[in-house]
Structure formats: structure tokens, C-alpha cells
């Protein structure tokens, strides 16, 4: 069965950074697609960036110059290095593996990032 765990959520100060990491588990499978949404209290589930196996990479306009999304394939694992965080940025992050844009995505469990002004 397959299983994506998040890790590296938190409390941060504005300004500051946090690096959440998405490890895979329970295939040897390679998805082609790993991204990140992330949803705030009374908000939608927005997409903040995705990777493709290749190295492929898009942001949400909101994120785009502060958070950078990476992969070790090796590893099965994303990353999503987050930095000049704002108070905006609070919302619990999930991460999400794909095999292609149109197949169902697997989903980890959640992680908040909280941003304190």
C-alpha cells in the first residue's frame, strides 16, 4: 500500500523559512508527478507546486521567487523549501504523488505551517 509521509511542518516567525519533506513508501514505483497543495481555515485546497520526475517544476503565482520544490528519485521523496514565509502562508500542506495529471492522486496526511506576524 502506498504512503506519503510529510514531516517538517511548524511555527515560524514572517520572514522566516521551513523545509517540508514527502517521503513515499510501499511501491518502487517512481511517480511521475509530486506536488503540494495546501489549505488555510475556511479556504479552498489550492496548489502551491509541482515536479515532474524529470525535474519540471511550477508554482502558484503567490509562491513563486519564496518557495522551491525539489525530488531525490533515488529517495522517493519531494521537498518544498519555503522561504520569506508570511502570515498568508499558514495552512496545513499536503503532499501528493501522481502518475500522471489525469490519474488519481495519493495523498499524505498533512502538515500545518503556521506563520506568526
Known amino acids: 500500500q502506498v504512503r506519503l509521509v510529510e514531516s517538517g511542518g511548524g511555527l515560524v516567525q514572517a520572514g522566516g523559512s521551513l523545509r517540508l519533506s514527502c517521503a513515499v513508501s510501499?511501491?518502487?514505483?517512481?511517480?511521475?508527478?509530486m506536488g503540494w497543495y495546501r489549505q488555510a481555515p475556511g479556504k479552498q485546497r489550492e496548489l502551491v507546486a509541482t515536479?515532474?520526475?524529470?525535474?519540471?517544476?511550477n508554482y502558484a503565482d503567490s509562491v513563486k521567487g519564496r518557495f522551491t520544490i525539489s525530488r531525490d528519485n533515488a529517495k522517493n521523496t519531494a521537498y518544498l523549501q519555503m522561504n520569506s514565509l508570511k502570515p498568508e502562508d499558514t495552512a496545513v500542506y499536503y503532499c501528493y504523488a501522481a502518475i500522471s495529471v489525469i490519474t488519481p492522486k495519493n495523498w499524505g496526511q498533512g502538515t500545518q505551517v503556521t506563520v506568526s506576524s
Open positions: 510501499g511501491t518502487i514505483f517512481t511517480f511521475n508527478i
Open positions: 515536479i515532474t520526475r524529470d525535474g519540471s517544476t
